[in-house]
């Protein structure tokens, strides 16, 4: 069945079972977002994709679209909590944009230009986590992860390994490799596993490739976030 | 080659002045002076606190990171450092030899950044100094000044400076922390239009280059008894040097001579400069002193940069500055020039150099290609060098086989220069300051002389402006007696 809600004002139309940001991004509409992928189950853990429902807060990415919702999105009040958020993983981890191998195609920079960030505005933690160089094709640094799950997804779901799990809570919850050792060198991880494409920002890197593309010929040197191919699918 | 003024016998009887230029974050330099009740001056020392930070820093990051990395150890030359750490990855995948294209990327880049670099100094820096006179009226004594009295200087100063970056950002795709050079070559060539871009302009950029080395060749000839001695002490030399004895500021042979221009070592394959250059800490400084070995510490330290490497090599292989060398070595009269002024007519005829081999390469169709990058057999260890505006600058890796460095090492070229620098201020302090209650111009002869070097610390402090600079002299007891600022 065929339904609608309004999204800025816009009737998005929907089928059911769809989330907002399923429904808005088959509309053409972005909504920022970090930990969403459209091939995932949603994790719903960034909140980047929050938006106001019929005045209420709630993640577009897991919230299923109803028929004559009121959804806000681009707003002033919405657009500050997305920024602080990205704010927030900019100072929890070590994000040096200029010596980032990632820089140009990185989901969370891009964001943060989306979303006018200037400055980190809080106090860095300058954590400091040792990269597990030991695979032979990969790099981990761990320093740059946000935590979204999309590699321990890809591993369990689609590639049916396991390789990754988010170990912790709250303020404390990091990243693992699923091997006695901790090692990616130990675990069953290759070239063509799903979990090696998806991380957002640059964690997961394939050895000596980096700097490897110009400046300017990077993803998101071509356009800005809210208009590649991903987030433009029904325009 | 002494170290008089170095250390004073009694220290504590002395008044000590300091000028303690506050700077961003490359560099910090300051020069104490002590000084007895009669204004003599005993002891006199730069000390520049270096990012040696940095060397722990890269440890246990991958290689292929380190060539953009490096570029912010400095904000003034980031290309130099991005190119020797380029050099010295290029051993570590085995890139024997670069292709044509990737070679001529990188050559035009440093030659791009050694233009923009010499125009800044020259133009923004210094020339407030050598057209007004290092005592002039401290108002005036400015950029703004020389673009009120000489605005076409000025000017050309400006647009050869925008040149340099435009060349540096075609390359590397960044005016600053740009990564066109990676492990093994570059990431891009050049497209026909910024090639075309370039060209228009070109043409100007030499002639202007060669109005530049006429103009400080006037000023130096003019005034002898000054340009010939201020702050003269006489060394060793050293740089790269290219193909038969080319100057060439992107490759070479290490090649030293002493201070007759007599040859120490010379086709010295850089990758063996530890068994040839050793580094002494001394307890009052950050910064190391380098030195030839085979000289030992105390007469073995040496002067890079302009002034060496214009008299290092046999021959410029372009025109217009092959002539403005024989110009230069004539004029010498046929022994090694020591003058540290002697730096900024030099430094004008590298510009032009400079300017000439952009202008040949830009016609080189090399710079079109598509071959980009080469890899070989695998190394743990690997050595890249470059003629870095300010001199030679050593770049030392070594990484282990899950592609993490373990170790760096960096003789940056105002580290080669270190001693020399402060040769040069004890000239001066001696000459000028002995005697004399100490004023705003007579420190200002101090800075000139270090000026004259173009350590990075001037440029630091500089860029912005006038250098910060504050005085303070103290006596024994530790009170401030008389106190100079200028901000
Ligand atoms: S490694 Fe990348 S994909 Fe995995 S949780 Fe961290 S940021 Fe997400
Ligand atoms: S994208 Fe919805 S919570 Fe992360």
Redesign the pocket.
């Known amino acids: 069945m065929s339904h609608t809600f309004t999204l800025d004002g816009k009737v998005v139309p929907f089928v059911d079972g769809q989330t907002i940001?399923q429904a808005a991004s088959a509309a053409g509409v972005f909504i920022p977002?970090?930990?969403?992928h459209p091939e995932f189950k949603?994790?719903?853990?960034?909140?980047?994709?929050?938006v106001k429902v019929n005045g209420r807060h709630t993640?577009?990415?897991?919230m299923r679209a109803a028929p004559g919702m009121v959804v806000e999105s681009e707003t002033e009040e919405i657009n500050a909590e997305r920024r602080a958020l990205t704010q927030m993983l900019f100072v929890e981890g070590n994000h040096f944009c200029p010596s980032c191998e990632k820089s140009g195609n990185c989901q969370l920079q891009a964001t943060a230009y989306h979303l006018g960030m200037m400055s980190a505005h809080y106090d860095h933690f300058f954590p400091n986590r040792a990269v597990d160089a030991s695979h032979p094709d990969f790099l981990l640094d761990f320093n740059r992860c946000i935590l979204?799950s999309l590699c321990v997804r890809a591993s369990r779901d689609v590639d049916g390994k396991n390789v990754f799990a988010l170990s912790g809570r709250g303020i404390k919850t990091h990243l693992i490799v699923n091997a006695k050792s901790g090692q990616l060198a130990d675990t069953d991880f290759t070239l063509d596993d799903k979990a090696a494409q998806v991380c957002p920002v640059g964690v997961i890197l394939k050895k000596r490739q980096g700097f490897a593309v110009p400046i300017g010929e990077r993803k998101y040197d071509k356009a800005p976030i809210s208009e590649t191919a991903e987030s433009t699918e029904g325009r | 080659m002494t170290y008089q003024l170095e250390t004073a016998a009694h220290p504590e009887t002395l008044r000590r002045v300091a000028i303690d230029p506050v700077s961003r974050v490359e560099g910090h330099g300051k020069v104490t002076i002590l000084l007895d009740d009669q204004n003599k001056v005993h002891q006199v020392r730069l000390h520049i606190v270096e990012f040696r930070g940095f060397e722990k820093f890269i440890q246990g990051r991958p290689y292929w990171e380190v060539p953009v990395m490096v570029q912010r150890l400095c904000g003034i030359c980031p290309v130099s450092h991005h190119l020797a750490a380029s050099k010295a990855l290029d051993v570590i995948v085995g890139a024997k030899k670069l292709t044509a294209t990737a070679e001529k990327m990188r050559r035009l880049m440093h030659y791009g950044q050694m233009l923009q670099s010499h125009a800044l100094h020259f133009f923004h820096l210094c020339s407030p100094d050598l057209l007004f006179g290092f005592d002039s009226d401290v108002t005036k004594r400015n950029i703004v000044g020389v673009a009120m009295a000489h605005p076409e200087t000025a000017k050309r100063g400006v647009l050869l400076r925008r040149f340099g970056q435009e060349v540096i950002r075609v390359t590397a795709g960044k005016r600053v922390h740009g990564t066109g050079a990676i492990p093994g070559g570059v990431n891009k060539a050049l497209t026909i239009a910024e090639r075309d871009e370039l060209l228009k302009d070109i043409y100007h950029i030499v002639q202007w280059s060669r109005d530049a080395v006429q103009l400080i060749q006037k000023v130096h000839t003019q005034d002898p008894g000054l340009y010939n001695s201020f702050g003269i002490f006489r060394s060793n030399f050293m740089s790269i040097v290219g193909n038969n004895g080319d100057l060439d500021f992107y490759h070479g042979t290490l090649r030293a001579r002493d201070d007759n221009g007599k040859i120490i070592f010379d086709h010295v394959d850089y990758q063996q400069y530890n068994q040839y250059i050793e580094e002494e800490v001394r307890p009052w400084s950050y910064m190391k002193f380098p030195y030839f070995k085979s000289i030992g510490k105390e007469h073995g330290w040496y002067k890079v940069g302009p002034l060496a490497r214009v008299q290092n090599c046999c021959q410029i292989s372009t025109p217009f500055a092959e002539h403005e060398r024989k110009e230069f070595v004539d004029y010498a009269g046929g022994s090694p020039m020591h003058a540290p002024l002697a730096y900024h007519w030099t430094r004008m005829i590298e510009m032009l150099h400079a300017a000439e081999v952009i202008k040949e390469l830009l016609h080189d169709d090399d710079l079109l290609g598509s071959d980009l990058v080469v890899q070989g057999k695998r190394q743990s260890e690997g050595v890249g060098v470059i003629e870095a505006p300010r001199g030679t600058l050593f770049h030392h890796y070594r990484v282990d086989e899950n592609d993490l460095v373990t170790m760096a090492n960096l003789i940056v070229s105002t580290t080669n220069n270190n001693q020399a620098m402060n040769e040069a201020i004890r000239h001066v302090a001696r000459r000028y300051l002995h005697g004399h209650e100490v004023t705003e111009g007579l420190l200002n002869h101090i800075e000139v002389a270090i000026r004259a070097f173009d350590p990075c610390l001037s440029c630091a402090t500089h860029a912005l402006g006038k250098m910060p600079l504050e005085v303070e002299l103290v006596d024994p007891e530790g009170r401030i007696v008389h106190s100079l600022s200028r901000s």
């Open positions: 940001i977002h970090l930990c969403y949603p994790h719903g853990s960034c909140k980047l994709c929050t993640a577009s990415c897991t979204c």
